[in-house]
């Protein structure tokens, strides 16, 4: 997404992203049995999770990436990890073990170091970018839950969220952008499809690690992101995004928390 917006803008990105997502989740229907799947509420939650996430996370996190850079976004999004938890405790009465919240706490720990120094103080008046960004990710997580609770198909659960998501994009876009043109340009649109293939790819796997886990459990193990953030960061933006010694040290300790909370049975 980064180097795709380096000629176009965050909501092209978002729009490309979340169309490709849709698409993949629409062919993926030809492998549904769909004897075995009856009208049900539950649809709802899927449907609204995709508005949560991807739609509006995604658009929260393409933006701060806009305006952070790769690095410090991951580094606050992965509060998701917390936010995730916290509402499933209220939502769907999950009491996850005390050692995936001591998990969680050396995650947040793990943040709170990324963030802190003069290279993050300039970019504090847009931290509440992906903060939102990772409520809505958390939010989604127990509305895909809620989901499966009456109804297990992995694709026509991603189906109902990819639709709901393509369908409010282009409204949610416009008021985000201000009425922004679109730029779409061939390099650009590369980079915007490749990400797109990444995301359904994760989306896929989350639905499968959420249809059998807590999301107190798969919560804090999506914030592991960080690590692979910086490894690729490294590698495909170089001289462009620079990788502190402070960041680097809030990501072993967020892979840290990650290990603690996996680890459990």
Not at 4 to 17: D, I, K
Not at 189 to 214: D, E, I, K, V
Not at 245 to 255: D, H, N, Y
Request: hydrophobic share 55%; proline share 4%.
């Amino acid at each position: 997404m980064r180097r795709g917006m380096e000629g176009s803008n965050p909501h092209t990105g978002s729009l490309v992203v979340l169309l490709f997502n849709f698409v993949v989740f629409f062919i993926a229907l030809a492998w549904v049995d769909f004897s075995r799947i009856s009208f049900s509420w539950h649809w709802a939650a899927f449907a609204g999770a995709g508005i949560s996430s991807p739609a509006l996370s995604l658009l929260f996190m393409y933006r701060s990436i806009h305006q952070m850079g790769v690095a410090p976004t991951n580094a606050i999004v992965i509060t998701h990890a917390f936010f995730g938890p916290f509402m499933a405790f209220f939502i769907l009465g999950e009491r996850p073990h005390p050692a995936i919240w001591l998990g969680i706490a050396i995650v947040v720990c793990g943040v709170w170091l990324l963030m802190r120094g003069a290279d993050m103080r300039k970019h504090l008046r847009y931290i509440w970018i992906p903060v939102m960004s990772a409520i809505c990710f958390g939010l989604a997580h127990n509305l895909r839950k809620i989901g499966f609770e009456g109804m297990d198909s992995l694709l026509f659960g991603g189906f109902l969220q990819g639709a709901s998501a393509a369908a409010v994009a282009p409204i949610i876009l416009k008021i985000a952008s201000r009425g922004q043109a679109y730029a779409f340009n061939p390099r650009s649109m590369r980079y915007f499809l490749l990400s797109g293939l990444a995301m359904s790819t994760a989306m896929l796997t989350l639905l499968y690690a959420l249809r059998g886990g807590q999301v107190s459990l798969v919560g804090p193990i999506l914030a592991a992101a960080p690590l692979f953030a910086l490894v690729l960061t490294y590698l495909m933006l170089g001289s462009q995004e620079k990788i502190t010694s402070r960041i680097l040290g809030g990501a072993c300790l967020i892979v840290s928390g990650v290990v603690l909370v996996a680890s459990l049975k």
